[in-house]
């Protein structure tokens, strides 16, 4: 990977200003990962705010996104 995993919320803001492609967003998802495990929280903490309504991604995209956060939690173990 070009970008290294961001360790604090700060880094992972960062990441907007770089184009998207799917290695920044490999990068911003491991990231969160990250973050969430040193802050002691769970996969099933992290999904639940994935799945929370929002106005930016749909109920189908935000399930899509919880399958590879999922599958990310488990890689990165």
Do not use: C, H
């Amino acid at each position: 990977m070009n970008y290294p995993i961001p360790k604090e919320p700060q880094e992972i803001f960062a990441l907007q200003d770089q184009p998207i492609d799917e290695e920044l967003v490999a990068t911003a998802i491991a990231g969160v990962i990250k973050i969430v495990r040193s802050q002691g929280k769970s996969l099933d903490e992290l999904i639940s705010q994935v799945l929370a309504e929002d106005s930016f991604l749909d109920k189908q995209q935000r399930y899509w996104l919880s399958q590879v956060i999922s599958q990310a939690w488990k890689n990165l173990s």
